[in-house]
């Protein structure tokens, strides 16, 4: 099934190819079927962060949304690895407060947040680090509303045998047509579990995001509320200079797009009834993103000169000049950028 030419991405410098980064992406139709495909796209892969808007249909289906009155903000939080600015732990905070919850329920941890001029600021400002910093927040804000609407217990939603995180497990192999029950298991960064899956079959489960038509009312319901919600607030999917942010904004209707560590994006195309999915196998984000942007172009979703920048982004010196740059290989989609 898998194309045995892979996604690459290069990194040049000067007129030299300096380094490359080996993936592997499949885009799909809801029916499992094959569009393209490159690499292998049989190996399982932990989607981590990339299946976040499959994590939060619950939150919608179960009617928990709309209970406390949530609006596009926090289903884009849901969906969201924010960078932990101001706006963004506000608006955890406030969640929590609607829910009748606070930071010491969250069992996400603490970190501080990872862009550079984020961080800086936190530093600057000598603010407390709490949970709500976590990058995952929002989602495990969600997965706390849900267990609060059905009556389950909030004290170790994070673990593999509790209903929020049974139910999830259970709608993403309805999803991507797999049995999780089979697959390869661990703890993500935010100590949720997450499973090992054919890449092919998380692509899949982003087809089905995409064109839900086969699926019951509720869910159909859920899977659009949460589609248009990427879409109306790319801010709180990532935040300032994110490749989610501005791609989900970018393309209202057509894509709703969502990294994961380890070099792994999602992404759901409505206009098309595709879904797509691609790893890179040494973790790389920026390479990630470069192939991402890659395949939306590569479909026609994606103006290949307004988007430039982010198809073919810059290798910057330290003083900010342009030395290189990081592109797709012609070996793979078979047009340079």
């Known amino acids: 099934m898998s194309n045995e030419k892979p996604v690459v991405i290069e990194v040049t410098r000067g007129a030299m190819v300096e380094s490359r980064h080996l993936g592997?992406?499949?885009?799909?139709?809801?029916?499992?079927?094959?569009?393209?495909?490159?690499?292998?796209?049989?190996?399982?892969?932990m989607a981590r962060s990339a299946i976040k808007p499959i994590q939060a249909i619950p939150l919608?289906?179960?009617?928990?949304?709309?209970?406390?009155?949530?609006?596009?903000?926090?289903?884009?939080?849901?969906?969201?690895?924010?960078?932990?600015?101001?706006?963004?732990?506000?608006?955890?905070?406030?969640?929590?407060?609607?829910?009748?919850?606070?930071?010491?329920?969250?069992?996400?941890?603490?970190?501080?947040?990872?862009?550079?001029?984020?961080?800086e600021r936190f530093v600057k400002e000598g603010a407390p680090l709490t949970p709500a910093f976590n990058?995952?927040?929002?989602?495990?804000?969600?997965?706390?509303?849900?267990a609060v609407h059905l009556g389950e217990p909030t004290k170790g939603y994070?673990?593999?045998?509790?209903?929020?995180?049974?139910?999830?497990?259970?709608?993403?192999?309805?999803?991507?047509?797999?049995?999780?029950?089979?697959?390869?298991?661990g703890s993500?960064?935010?100590?949720?579990?997450?499973?090992?899956?054919p890449l092919r079959a998380m692509a899949t489960a982003m087809a089905v995001m995409a064109d839900p038509s086969r699926l019951k009312q509720s869910r159909v319901a859920a899977i659009v509320r949460i589609r248009a919600a990427m879409n109306a607030e790319p801010f709180f999917m990532a935040g300032t200079g994110r490749f989610c942010t501005r791609i989900n904004g970018a393309l209202p209707g057509v894509a709703q797009i969502k990294t994961g560590a380890e070099g792994v994006y999602c992404g759901m195309?409505?206009?098309?009834?595709?879904?797509?999915?691609?790893?890179?196998?040494?973790?790389?984000?920026?390479?990630?993103?470069?192939?991402?942007?890659?395949?939306?172009?590569?479909?026609?979703?994606?103006?290949?000169?307004?988007?430039?920048?982010?198809?073919?982004?810059?290798?910057?010196?330290?003083?900010?000049?342009?030395?290189?740059?990081?592109?797709p290989a012609a070996s793979w989609l078979g047009v340079a950028a």
């Open 24 to 45: 592997a992406a499949a885009i799909m139709r809801p029916d499992g079927k094959v569009v393209e495909s490159w690499g292998d796209t049989d190996a399982p892969v």
């Open 158 to 185: 994070i673990g593999a045998g509790h209903p929020v995180q049974k139910r999830i497990a259970s709608i993403y192999g309805e999803l991507g047509r797999f049995d999780p029950s089979r697959a390869p298991s």
């Open 60 to 119: 919608v289906e179960s009617g928990a949304a709309d209970r406390f009155g949530l609006s596009d903000v926090h289903l884009a939080l849901a969906c969201a690895s924010h960078n932990g600015e101001p706006q963004h732990v506000a608006a955890v905070r406030d969640w929590l407060t609607k829910i009748g919850l606070s930071e010491a329920d969250l069992e996400c941890g603490t970190h501080a947040p990872t862009r550079l001029p984020i961080f």
């Open 135 to 146: 990058n995952c927040s929002g989602k495990h804000t969600g997965f706390l509303t849900t």
């Open 188 to 197: 993500d960064g935010c100590g949720i579990p997450t499973m090992g899956v």
């Open 269 to 327: 195309l409505p206009t098309l009834g595709f879904g797509v999915a691609l790893k890179i196998w040494d973790g790389t984000g920026r390479a990630a993103e470069a192939a991402m942007a890659s395949i939306l172009r590569h479909l026609g979703l994606l103006d290949a000169k307004r988007y430039a920048d982010v198809i073919n982004p810059p290798i910057l010196s330290v003083v900010g000049a342009r030395v290189g740059d990081i592109r």
